[in-house]
RNA sequence: GACCCCAUGGUCUAGUGGCCUAGGACAUCACCCUUUCAAGGUGGUAACCCGGGUUCGAAUCCCGGUGGGGUCACCA
């Protein structure tokens, strides 16, 4: 195949990947603020698949250079987000590497030296304004309908006036020379152009000479031999000052990929308000991680044969830039529970046993009081959404109902002849030769004949004094399952309930 | 406001000038199956933002508009 390739020149079949020059090393590199956002976990997924299709590394890194937003705890919070959407990353400040440290704050003495570096070689200059006359200037220009850009006044000023203002504060600003432009060569956008008039001689160290986040991502990367940079779009507007610094050190600029954004169903920004927004929010609803990252990956990306449920192999066999979308998407909890439901019928039942433990350990649920979990979550796990629904499912098999549906009850209770059915029912089943789906079957249908009513008027009754609901499992495995003593109990606990009037509705 | 990105059903998307009467998935509606629910099956509703070009031919290329998003810090 022979296509015309993003810089115009015709290419073979796909000219990103350098394999034959160089190992492909991508990162993620979250500020440890919080939670693992669904965004960031889709950026790092996305990273993480791309390095491991190329033979590649992944690389995390954590950008904790001193800020208020620091959150405790963060940083492990993230790296379990990661971990269990399967995302694994080769060298991090937990596993270590050759291109450490992997913690900003940790790199300082290298920021700063490069700092030193560009001031040393004329390309930066030390600035002495104050932030009061910034604002001034901008006020200033903003009155006049112009962008807000430094003058670049103190570019004036050389070593002889820095040693005479020895005691005062003072950034450390980069400069950017005011014509031509800089174009980011993105490998999902193609190229995008900004003017260097737009750009001004933007600060690469603060007045403690700790580096301001365009200039340590720069050293950071090129540090850690990172070759492409695939991160948030929001990231796209900030590239060419990122570029710039790259030139000025003459160091070789990476390969960028923006991904598009993930949106609130409202169109806006996705922020609390929306709901879960973090990947630890979902998993604790009751979403499979094994779902969340298949549907991650289908937000912004689609398979060449258009196939959606794709494990994390397939995945990385599959994946590649040039299918990401250009466009910002919109998460659909929807389309994400059924993704789920897909992973709960098809994963091995040991993996869904064992997934669905705290959540059935949250309800209260012994499981070492009635059937083996296994074959309780087999009974249930194809008509559930998610983890919780799974957990509701079993419930019944081992506590008995505390509670009746309350349609149910007004439908299947109500008839004079439904306690005593339920008597005569447990009667039976207490006698019954032999406790096999297939022997219930026909005890149903024997029974259903001899009082002259359809099967289905003694099944319903019998499932909501069994389970307290009017759906789930085939009724013959469910008592099956729950036992011939707890069975008939609870047909008659159910029948005393009628007769007093007082069956506890929900 | 300036700059940048983007624009296919409600949502995720396929689509790189003729294969498009625009395909798939989720959701939704109807029917079938059925001991309930789920699953499954069948069928339906539903989209190329607008306006100009280019071309024999445009969802696809160009320009303009509109709309949405992002960035403009001594935050990351």
């Known amino acids: 195949m022979t296509r015309l390739g993003w810089l115009g020149y015709t290419v073979g079949t796909d000219p990103r990947p350098r394999r034959n020059c160089s190992v492909v090393r991508t990162r993620y590199a979250p500020s440890p603020s919080g939670t693992l956002h669904i965004g960031g976990a889709r950026t790092a997924l996305f990273s993480f698949l791309y390095a491991r299709h190329f033979d590649g590394r992944f690389v995390l890194r954590v950008e904790d250079t001193d800020q208020t937003r620091q959150v405790d705890g963060s940083e492990r919070a993230m790296m379990r987000g990661l971990a269990s959407l399967g995302i694994v990353w080769d060298e991090g400040p937990d596993v270590g590497g050759d291109f450490g440290p992997y913690r900003q704050s940790e790199r300082l003495a290298e920021h700063r030296e490069v700092a030193d570096r560009l001031l040393a070689d004329g390309h930066a200059y030390r600035c002495y304004c104050t932030p009061e006359e910034l604002e001034r200037e901008r006020a200033a220009r903003r009155a006049q309908g112009l962008p807000p850009r430094y003058s670049g006044r103190c570019r004036r000023l050389n070593p002889a006036d820095w040693a005479e203002r020895q005691d005062k504060a003072f950034v450390v600003r980069l400069k950017v020379s005011a014509s031509g432009s800089t174009v980011v060569d993105d490998l999902i956008r193609g190229p995008v152009s900004f003017d260097n008039q737009v750009l001004d001689d933007f600060?690469?160290?603060?007045?403690?000479?700790?580096?301001?986040?365009?200039?340590?991502?720069?050293?950071?990367?090129?540090?850690?031999?990172?070759?492409?940079?695939?991160?948030?779009e929001e990231h796209l507007s900030n590239t060419p000052k990122q570029i710039l610094v790259y030139e000025a050190l003459d160091w070789p600029v990476p390969q960028f990929a923006h991904v598009p954004m993930i949106l609130a169903p409202d169109r806006s920004k996705l922020s609390k308000r929306h709901g879960a927004t973090s990947v630890e929010e979902y998993l604790d609803q009751g979403i499979l991680p094994e779902a969340l990252r298949n549907y991650l990956l289908l937000l912004g990306w689609s398979s060449p044969a258009g196939n959606e449920i794709i494990g994390l192999?397939?995945?990385?066999?599959?994946?590649?830039?040039?299918?990401?979308?250009?466009?910002?998407?919109?998460?659909?909890?929807?389309?994400?529970?059924?993704?789920?439901?897909?992973?709960?019928?098809?994963?091995?039942?040991?993996?869904?046993?064992?997934?669905?433990?705290?959540?059935?350990?949250?309800?209260?649920?012994?499981?070492?009081?009635?059937?083996?979990l296994d074959v309780a979550v087999a009974l249930v796990r194809e008509r559930a959404y998610t983890l919780r629904?799974?957990?509701?499912?079993?419930?019944?098999?081992?506590?008995?109902?505390?509670?009746?549906?309350?349609?149910?009850?007004?439908?299947?209770?109500?008839?004079?002849?439904?306690?005593?059915?339920?008597?005569?029912?447990?009667?039976?089943?207490?006698?019954?030769?032999?406790?096999?789906?297939?022997?219930?079957?026909?005890?149903?249908?024997?029974?259903?004949?001899?009082?002259?009513?359809?099967?289905?008027?003694?099944?319903?009754?019998?499932?909501?004094?069994?389970?307290?609901?009017?759906?789930?499992?085939?009724?013959?495995?469910?008592?099956?399952?729950?036992?011939?003593?707890?069975?008939?109990?609870?047909?008659?606990?159910?029948?005393?309930?009628?007769?007093?009037?007082?069956?506890?509705?929900?």
């Open 313 to 372: 192999d397939e995945a990385i066999r599959l994946f590649d830039l040039d299918r990401v979308q250009h466009t910002a998407a919109i998460y659909d909890t929807k389309k994400l529970e059924w993704m789920t439901q897909q992973y709960l019928k098809t994963l091995p039942l040991s993996r869904v046993v064992e997934a669905v433990k705290p959540f059935a350990e949250r309800l209260g649920i012994n499981w070492g009081l009635g059937p083996p």
């Open 389 to 506: 629904q799974v957990a509701e499912g079993i419930r019944f098999l081992y506590q008995p109902p505390a509670s009746y549906d309350g349609q149910g009850v007004r439908k299947h209770f109500t008839a004079p002849e439904a306690p005593g059915r339920l008597r005569d029912l447990a009667t039976h089943l207490d006698v019954l030769e032999e406790w096999s789906h297939d022997a219930l079957a026909a005890l149903y249908d024997q029974l259903a004949l001899a009082w002259g009513v359809k099967r289905a008027e003694l099944i319903h009754p019998t499932r909501l004094a069994v389970s307290g609901k009017t759906v789930g499992p085939g009724l013959f495995e469910l008592v099956q399952t729950v036992g011939r003593d707890e069975t008939a109990k609870r047909l008659r606990h159910a029948a005393a309930l009628i007769e007093s009037g007082s069956v506890p509705e929900s």
């Open 203 to 232: 600060v690469l160290m603060k007045p403690d000479y700790t580096p301001v986040y365009n200039f340590a991502v720069v050293v950071d990367d090129h540090g850690m031999g990172i070759t492409h940079v695939i991160r948030g």
